[in-house]
């Protein structure tokens, strides 16, 4: 009876240590996961970065540059960001080999463009060395960003014929947690729209030395072609809050891009908690 009683013991014992590093192992997984998914990941953009600069100069009347940085691929936050990228600044798809999806996109966008310009010119044609087409889209983590966020600064600086080119800049604000990306009714409460709109025109007038609408629009030309609204081009900063209106937004394009920052201690009674 004493030695069954030692035997008992002992895979007791044997049993509970299995157990213990089982568990032990388990919850290190968790820990791990958690911060793959960004729970606790701090520093996963610096921790994770990577990036690609290709260019597209074999046709003399096309040149096209991308320059992106992007994630590898380290859980669910970096696969969202990745993708969002890639659908809204790249390819128009979600797709979280941000490398592929770049590499891909300059080759779709060269076969496209070439295909356009031999529509258009030919050879012969005096004004042929002058028709030069170029597109450059580039896209950039910002250090300026709120402590909850990832901030993604993005612009598109074409000239695909015409009097003039056109310059885009873009902002794309993820959610440090999730990696989710943040629109205005994520971000403000938009049953007071109507009130932050009112705080952004008060600015806009401050900004430009203006008391009226009327003499913002003689003096500016701002307002000339819409008014002010809950853009989805926004940058949530350390600081401020600061709202981008592009070209031919809100102002024709002489006007350039519109930028209205809006600081802290005058917004956040209008965002959501």
Same mark, same amino acid.
């Given at each position: 009876?004493?030695?069954?009683?030692?035997?008992?013991?002992?895979?007791?014992?044997?049993?509970?240590?299995?157990?213990?590093?089982?568990?032990?192992?388990?919850?290190?997984?968790?820990?791990?996961?958690?911060?793959?998914?960004?729970?606790?990941?701090?520093?996963?953009?610096?921790?994770?970065?990577?990036?690609?600069?290709?260019?597209?100069?074999?046709?003399?009347?096309?040149?096209?540059?991308?320059?992106?940085?992007?994630?590898?691929?380290?859980?669910?936050?970096?696969?969202?960001?990745?993708?969002?990228?890639?659908?809204?600044?790249?390819?128009?798809?979600?797709?979280? =080999? +941000? *490398?592929?999806? $770049?590499?891909?996109?300059?080759?779709?966008? &060269?076969?496209?463009?070439? #295909?356009? @310009?031999?529509?258009?010119?030919?050879?012969?044609?005096?004004?042929?060395? =002058? +028709? *030069?087409?170029? $597109?450059?889209?580039?896209?950039?983590?910002? &250090?300026?960003?709120?402590? #909850?966020? @990832?901030?993604?600064?993005?612009?598109?600086?074409?000239?695909?014929?015409?009097?003039?080119?056109?310059?885009?800049?873009?902002?794309?604000?993820?959610?440090?947690?999730?990696?989710?990306?943040?629109?205005?009714?994520?971000?403000?409460?938009?049953?007071?729209?109507?009130?932050?709109?009112?705080?952004?025109?008060?600015?806009?007038?401050?900004?430009?030395?203006?008391?009226?609408?009327?003499?913002?629009?003689?003096?500016?030309?701002?307002?000339?072609?819409?008014?002010?609204?809950?853009?989805?081009?926004?940058?949530?900063?350390?600081?401020?809050?600061?709202?981008?209106?592009?070209?031919?937004?809100?102002?024709?394009?002489?006007?350039?891009?519109?930028?209205?920052?809006?600081?802290?201690?005058?917004?956040?009674?209008?965002?959501?908690?």
């Amino acid at each position: 009876m004493k030695k069954k009683h030692i035997n008992a013991s002992l895979i007791f014992c044997l049993l509970s240590v299995i157990f213990l590093s089982s568990a032990c192992k388990w919850n290190k997984g968790r820990v791990e996961d958690g911060k793959k998914s960004g729970a606790e990941a701090k520093d996963i953009v610096s921790d994770n970065l990577d990036s690609l600069h290709v260019t597209d100069t074999s046709d003399s009347l096309l040149y096209i540059e991308y320059d992106f940085q992007y994630l590898k691929s380290n859980g669910m936050v970096c696969d969202s960001i990745n993708a969002s990228i890639t659908q809204n600044l790249v390819s128009g798809k979600r797709e979280t =080999d +941000a *490398r592929k999806a $770049i590499l891909n996109a300059l080759v779709d966008e &060269s076969v496209r463009m070439k #295909t356009e @310009i031999a529509e258009y010119y030919e050879p012969e044609d005096e004004t042929y060395v =002058d +028709a *030069r087409y170029s $597109i450059r889209r580039t896209g950039h983590f910002h &250090s300026d960003a709120a402590d #909850t966020v @990832i901030v993604y600064k993005a612009t598109i600086d074409m000239y695909t014929g015409g009097a003039h080119g056109s310059f885009t800049p873009l902002t794309l604000n993820f959610s440090r947690k999730t990696g989710h990306l943040l629109t205005p009714d994520d971000v403000f409460d938009m049953n007071r729209a109507n009130e932050i709109l009112a705080l952004m025109y008060a600015q806009l007038l401050k900004d430009k030395s203006c008391s009226t609408r009327e003499e913002l629009m003689e003096k500016t030309s701002l307002l000339t072609l819409g008014d002010l609204y809950l853009t989805p081009n926004f940058h949530l900063g350390k600081n401020a809050i600061t709202f981008c209106f592009g070209q031919y937004d809100i102002a024709p394009y002489s006007c350039g891009i519109t930028y209205i920052s809006l600081n802290y201690d005058t917004i956040s009674p209008f965002l959501k908690k």
